[in-house]
């Protein structure tokens, strides 16, 4: 149970409109996420704050922002007990709209461009399986959790809306398919992936990793697609 | 994205949408890849012998014209440094090259700028080639 | 100082005004969209705790890279024309040579040498993360050892250059 404490924290948040308030001194429940902290803001301090949040677990990838300058799903964040300030920024590389709100249709651009859904092919067994024990798997699974959130794209450091970069989560995605027996599209989608706005563009920073909320690994991917670039896809 | 929607009549470009604008596959890149890493592993050797060899070995005031005659009295010093030369004009330039791709968004500034790295570099490569032609006869 | 060595003087302040030029125009893009964690006290706290946040120094590992790569590139183009007077106005470039054993010169070897040590060995990591398929812990392992070889022998190589000056 949540429990009032006298504690307060020191928030910073990024503002549009250079008018409004930037710092509040909000005070602490335990355990406080990063959410608690915004929805107290907004009731208490200032309800022009803006920010986005839906389903509050974890699942549908709307509440990601930037926490010190480190992306994380607002929800699930906590703030640890001796932590007395935090800041708070929208995403990194897409447009502000306003406050901590960004605007996700160039993420989401990326996304499309390398056809993110199976394009099944001909003459499959209905329904088609794929093995859990197939090597296929091992592959496909660890991948398949993408919320779309974002947190990858901002943590990358390359991606963003002036680039031609696909970004981590589309390349993770592509990969996967890539992976897929019973996709079509395999071939098309390794050359979208191995042109100019692809895994050549990725430097190595590992942000996406070790941000991702569910654990997914896109820069194994993308190291996967450089070597299935030199060595011909899996088939 | 200012980039105009344009499909490329008939080919097959994965998630074409008439509302997404499908960009210009470029060539150059698994020649990128491997150029870099290449010259690369080829410079580590190469460029850390050169400073051995011209500061540690020797002291560096004592490499002046005459230290460097004698070095290109030997063909395996002159084939050395016009390894290191090549390589590293390679290497050199296709780094910048991805630098100002990554710095410069505006795409009309950004080719400028390339092509201004791209003629800097192959000028001073010639200019290099040069020194060591010369340094045969 | 003749002509052909304040020609040179000039011209290196050139490449370091570019090479520092350059360091501005990162950290100016790495503030806007660079993605990373500030940096901040709360920053050495938080590495310590979480093995997340450490794959920040890949993140950093890349910005020196860039950096170094650039720097010896830009000297590299200097290089290469202080080179060339050998074969055309061999006069020139001995006058000019004088000026690499000046103290000021053999502290900027210096630190072109460790430029040179971090960009090869950090170049040397990248083959081995995608030769071997590396995660995040393994390059940082790495990373280490590559920082560590920098260090010795770029202190090292720094010692033997800097010697005559205290002989």
Redesign the interface.
Known sequence: MTEPSSKKIRVTVSRSDPGTERTFLVERIEPMMVLDLLIAIQREHDPSIGFRYSCRVAMCGTCTLRM????ILACQTPLEPD?D?V?LDPL??LPVVRDLVVDMKPFFEEWARVKPYLEPVEGLDEPARIRPDSPERQIIDPSLDCITCGACY????I??HKRDFLGPAALNRAMLLIADSRDAAGAERLDAVTASDGVDRC?????C???CPKGL?P??AI??L??WRLEGRPR | MSTPTRHRGGEFRPGDRSDVPVRPSGGGRLFYYVTV?VT??I??VL??GH?AVT??TT???E???DF?ARRWGSALWLLWDWAM?TA??LH??A??WI?IE??TPDPEKRRRRQRLLVS?STL?FV??L??IV??IF | MTLAQALFVVALAGVLVAVVG?GF??VS??A???????L?T??LR?LQRSP??R??F??WA?YAH?FT??A??AF??LH??D??L??FA?GA??EV??L??WTS??IF?CGL?FA??FH?FN??R??A??FA?L??RA?RGLLTGAVVLTVLLGLG?SA??MA?VFA
């Open positions: 010190d300058g480190r992306a932590r300030k800041r990194a590389g901002s943590s990358c450091g991606a963003d430097h190595y920073i590992y942000g990793s070790a941000v690994d820069a194994a190291r996967r450089r070597r | 890493r690369g592993l410079l580590a460029v850390l400073f500061h540690i002291d560096v005031a490499t002046g014209s460097i030369l590293a004009m050199g330039a780094g910048v630098a990554d710095y800097a001073l200019l290099g040069i020194v010369a340094a | 350059f125009v990162m893009a790495a806007r969209s660079g993605g990373g964690s500030y901040s709360g920053l938080r997340e946040e794959a920040e890949n993140r890349f860039r790569g650039f010896v590139f590299l183009c290469i024309v080179i060339s050998y074969t061999p470039f001995d040579h004088v690499y054993g010169m053999r070897e040498l040179i040590l090869t170049g040397l990248i083959l993360i995608d398929d995660g995040s390059s190589g033997v250059i005559p």
